[in-house]
């Protein structure tokens, strides 16, 4: 679509005539006209598409779930319901009941285990929330280069054309620019959503990872201040 409108505006300047033809046959043209470079952004554009779309929904049930955990962990310890807050978490596969399950396994142990338990697991949580954002972030970078890699051959296939008739005219070379202009903007139309979804999950997942590291210091004061009530009852 970006590229379509790039050639579009292109076609208004002055002594371009606009073809008639319908968004469709444009497509097709772009399609066509666009050369062997077709393939490679093809490729990019459909990998990101599945990459945005399985990313949207994963991040959008595991924030669900671990939101909903989270509130119900609070509640138990607020009531020092342990062992019901240990169980939850255990049965629960969201990145928040991990974490927690991995400090309130712990919790015998002293806060400093629960601590340390909490940071390793956090660790472990955050690579797995951040799966599949390197492909944006690669496909980001690599959708202009291979509209800048076009735009090299296209210009090559001008100046080729410009060789073999031995002067310079201008329907010897559109084909050439033709192909430039077309694969760069198409390398940017893919590239620029990939950067604002990017962008987006980033987003999502630190407040995601924020919502984690509150729960997780409500548990850890909890848990203190249960051991210092035992700690109290026992002197």
């Not at 968004?23 to 990459?51: D, N, S, Y």
Request: net charge negative; hydrophobic share 50%.
């Amino acid at each position: 679509m970006g590229a379509m409108r790039i050639y579009g505006a292109l076609l208004q300047l002055p002594g371009i005539d606009q073809p008639e033809a319908t968004w469709r046959e444009q497509m097709v043209f772009v399609w066509a006209e666009m050369g062997f470079m077709r393939w490679p952004l093809a490729t990019c554009l459909l990998v990101g598409i599945l990459v945005i779309i399985w990313k949207f929904f994963a991040l959008t049930a595991k924030g669900a779930s671990t939101r909903k955990v989270l509130r119900e962990v609070d509640e138990l310890l607020t009531n020092q319901r342990v062992d019901e807050a240990l169980e939850l978490t255990r049965e629960s596969p969201s990145p928040g009941a991990n974490i927690l399950y991995a400090g309130l396994e712990r919790h015998d142990e002293g806060t400093e285990r629960v601590m340390k338990a909490i940071e390793n697991q956090g660790l472990i949580e955050l690579s797995k929330l951040e799966k599949g954002l390197v492909v944006l972030a690669t496909l980001t970078n690599v959708g202009p280069l291979l509209g800048f890699l076009g735009t090299v051959i296209g210009m090559i296939i001008a100046f080729q054309s410009i060789e073999a008739a031995g002067e310079v005219e201008a329907t010897l070379v559109a084909g050439g620019i033709k192909v430039a202009l077309l694969t760069t903007a198409t390398g940017l139309t893919i590239a620029i959503p990939m950067s604002i979804f990017h962008n987006y999950f980033v987003s999502r997942i630190d407040a995601l990872v924020i919502d984690m590291e509150e729960s997780a210091q409500k548990m850890i004061e909890a848990l203190h201040a249960m051991e210092r009530g035992r700690q109290a009852a026992a002197s």
